[in-house]
């Protein structure tokens, strides 16, 4: 089972990005998938995530400007991002947690927001 993250780049503050992870491989039983972000010398934090009923959470940092969403067919999150800041800069991780997979990890996609 593997996760992959894509739609990272640069954009000017105020702009917007689009990123995509899809998991593929036999899974089953998604309980969440999430997106985090680590910035430079920073720890990796949770920026949004969507559980199995539809629930989602947002860090308050992004609420208002970020949306995440899935296709449950596809088996993938997308997490539109608008209004970026620069303080968005990070890499940006997909994060998954099935039944029997406790947690699961892509690759990272980098954002940059310049100013």
């Known amino acids: 089972v593997q996760l992959q993250a894509f739609g990272g780049g640069l954009v000017q503050a105020g702009g917007s990005l689009r990123l995509s992870c899809a998991a593929s491989?036999?899974?089953?039983?998604?309980?969440?998938m999430s997106w985090y972000r680590q910035a430079p010398g920073k720890e990796r934090d949770m920026v949004a995530r969507?559980?199995?009923?539809?629930?989602?959470d947002y860090a308050d940092s992004v609420k208002g400007r970020f949306t995440i969403s899935r296709d449950r067919a596809k088996k993938t999150v997308y997490l539109q991002m608008d209004s970026l800041k620069p303080e968005d800069t990070a890499v940006y991780y997909c994060?998954?947690?099935?039944?029997?997979?406790?947690?699961?990890w892509g690759q990272g996609t980098q954002v940059t927001v310049s100013s």
């Open positions: 491989g036999s899974i089953s039983n998604i309980y969440s």
């Open positions: 994060n998954l947690v099935s039944h029997r997979i406790p947690s699961l």
């Open positions: 969507i559980i199995s009923n539809g629930l989602t």
